[in-house]
C-alpha cells in the first residue's frame, strides 16, 4: 500500500521561496505518477505540478509555470515541489498524491494530464500561508 507524507509548509513571505517534500513508500511498480494539487479556503483542488517514473513529461499549471520545479530523488523515493517567487494566492493545502501502474505507456500520459480524479493515494497535506 502506498503512503504519502508531505512536508515542508509553513509561513512565508511573497516573493519568497518553499520547497515541499513528500515522502513516498510502498510502491510495488516501477511505473508511477506523483503530482502535487492545492486546496484554497472556498475553492477547489486544483493541480500544480506532476511528473512520473519513466520518463521527463511533467505538467506545470500556468499559475505556478516558469516559477516552480517538480523533482524526485529516486533513492530516497521523495518528491519534491520548489516554488519561487511566492504569491498570496499560492497559499492553500498542498497535497501530494500517486498513482502506480503496471503500465509503462500509462504513467507519462498521466503525469501530462495531472487530473486529480486519476489519482488514487493522497497524502494529509501541508498547509501554505503567503503573507506579509
Known amino acids: 500500500q502506498v503512503q504519502l507524507v508531505e512536508s515542508g509548509g509553513g509561513l512565508a513571505q511573497p516573493g519568497g521561496s518553499l520547497r515541499l517534500s513528500c515522502a513516498a513508500s510502498?510502491?510495488?511498480?516501477?511505473?508511477?505518477?506523483v503530482g502535487w494539487f492545492r486546496q484554497a479556503p472556498g475553492k477547489e483542488r486544483e493541480a500544480v505540478s506532476c511528473?512520473?517514473?519513466?520518463?521527463?513529461?511533467?505538467f506545470y499549471a500556468d499559475s505556478v509555470k516558469g516559477r516552480s520545479a517538480i523533482s524526485r530523488d529516486s533513492a530516497e523515493n521523495t518528491i519534491f515541489l520548489q516554488i519561487n517567487d511566492l504569491k498570496p494566492e499560492d497559499s492553500g493545502a498542498y497535497f501530494c498524491?500517486?498513482?502506480?501502474?503496471?503500465?509503462?505507456?500509462?504513467?507519462?500520459?498521466?503525469?501530462?494530464?495531472?487530473?486529480?480524479?486519476?489519482?488514487?493515494?493522497w497524502g494529509q497535506g501541508t498547509q501554505v500561508t503567503v503573507s506579509s
Open positions: 498524491a500517486a498513482f502506480q501502474t503496471l503500465s509503462r505507456l500509462t504513467a507519462p500520459i498521466q503525469a501530462g494530464r495531472c487530473k486529480s480524479d486519476e489519482y488514487d493515494t
Open positions: 510502498g510502491f510495488i511498480s516501477d511505473y508511477y505518477t
Open positions: 511528473l512520473n517514473s519513466v520518463d521527463d513529461t511533467t
